[in-house]
């Protein structure tokens, strides 16, 4: 006998998790699919970990609005799990006099987005606040409210709230096989696995065009557009006080310089629409693209040692906006192309999927008691367990073993190194695991 | 001396001897801290012979030679403080950093390419094998220092056979007994004059192009040697460091840019063998008692 379910998301990142997280707080069962071994580790795992006011989104599109209602959203629910989120701000800062003159113009559009904080400022102010900038500033836009926070405990945390509500998740179930029925839709994957759920929440992210095309749709296919990111020591991050952003042009919002909750800098992205959806690599020329942009911002950044290097895919599509629909007679409910704002606007993508939900007759009732969840946080500015003297096994990001073997027995574990990273910072600095390694597969009986 | 506290940071052999000199000159108090739980610093991890020349004259195992002076220090009295960490500049009369060194991660050194897993440095490596832990069957090593060639024994212990190592250098960095004993023995191929370009691999490490047009098939990568100081206390501190190489700077006393802070062994300059340091330890012990009786 198949498994049952009244409603089935497929896709684990962050807005499948979202997703998952806020139907499990109704009164209705869910089960989420994942076509790997971890949640949230696609393109959810390679983003700029920056909580966006959208001030520079597209005025009137879908992704204008809900990323400022997941701004919203996500700035309240963060502090509340575990997750932690520094509002930091940011800088837009314009090189030359032409950039300089788009400044203005970008104020309204921020307004036109419904965020009235932006204001420009001479390079005086500019340097004021980020004295270790490179020589050349002409001006700069401050964004006050822009946040940084932890991208890799978000879909955690939402998806540790919605097993404890409830909800099911398959690991390793790729469906790559869909029959709509008359009252369930068959889900399969090439090995044979079946479920059945009655309505379909399709987030399947770089895979969102086949899965709609499994329930006979068209209308959006995916290039993954891959962004390249270098990490950079903590002893880098005095040198950045807030998220330094460049003056989009037509063609990319560029090349970002931005602190990391966890003590770090961040540099990127690249942006190359290619082909394979499989080519998270990094690339030569990505590199050393990076690096020369960097060291234009922050000369002084170029003295510290980089900590990771990674390239993630974005689920961009031909068209400029996400691509929602609904259809009743399949029960299906499409978030396609939802590309690197997918973080900041998760959690007003569920909400979004609810109203579509009951567009499809599916009004399940909010429960009336649900359980709470609450991670560790990771961030630099959050109390660690080591300050309250656990044993340190990752000396780099002081990650202790409680920790380390938490995460492997959690209702939702780490499986791999790789999500033990995720979830517990261990391996993630400056030595990538020359001490703790070994130790690391003692505590879990994770392989390395 | 009998009222002066001397604090060390770094159980290693230059820490570990510093400690004793320092009790057998009559220094009242010394404490070590180890962040790990067991002291003795890297040779712990290193089973094959060729420590403790300089210091012990004896030719000792890795294992041996830091449980050898584990005990020199527990006999001479060594505040021996084990998980413990330091974050911020203790308290005391005296203060010397002996961190150590680590190996340059494959992040660091900017290689392109997958993320798979089976990308490890020696240090990781050594552990893993002397727990018994698997390390895949082929692997390439990425450097040609005394440590790289350490790791082929290491590797062929773990069951793992090295297929070639890589340097850009135009030549291996090593004494020719350890290349024979190693390298030759195990019939691994020194590639020099040449760049690893990427790492390919879903889930595990599948191949390693090399700048000379070259792939390597093997699940096992090894980044060996290109060390860095282990400098996070002295920075945090605010100890000067040297422009070419991130060290404290410190003159003929082992003394820093900081009054009372001295720093000794690995962290201190280019990578030296354990027994060196060793000898340095002792070294600064008797300036940092100098600097006590000021």
Redesign the interface.
Known sequence: MNPMFEVAVVGGGVVGCAVARLLALHDCSVVLLEAGTDIGAGTSKANTAILHTGFDATPGTLESRLVARGYELLSAYAPTVGVSIEKVGAVLVAWTDEQAQALPSLITKAQSNGYNRANIIDSNTVYDLEPHLGPGVVAGLVVPDEHIIDPWSTPIAFATEAVANGAVIMRNFPVTRVHVGAEYTELQTADGQMILARYVVNSAGLYGDEVHRQFGFDGFTIVPRRGELI?FDK?ARSLVNRTILPVPTAHTKGVLVAPTVFGNVMLGPTADNIDDK?A?????A??AAL?DKGRRIFPGLMNE??????AGLRAATEHSDYHLSSDAAARYVCLGGIRSTGLTSSMALAEETVIFLSACDFMPKRSDEVAKITLIPLGEVDDRP?QSGG??VC?CE?VTASEIAGAVTSSVPAV???GLRRRTRATAG??????C???I??LTGL?? | MTAKRVEIVGGGPSGLSAAITLKRLGVAEVIVHEREPKAGGAPRHTEHLGFGIRDLHRVMSGPRYAARLVEMALAARVDLRLESTVFERPDCNALVVATGVRERPRSARLIPGDRPAGILTTGALQQLVQRGFPVGRRALIVGAEHVSFSAIMTLSHGGCRAVGLVTNHDRHQTYPPLKWMTATRHRVPIITGTDVEEIRGHGRVAEVALSNGQMIACDTVVFTGDWIPENELARHMGVALALDYPSPVIDENFATSLDGVFAVGNVAHRVKSADSCAVEGQRAARAVAAYLVR
């Open positions: 990490v002893f499989r998270t690599g990094s690339t030569k990505g590199i690096i040692e980089v900590t990771a290097v990674y080591y044993r340190i000396h002081r791999s190194f790789d400056r030595c990538q695991g020359f001490y390694t070994a130790e597969c003692s392989q390395s």
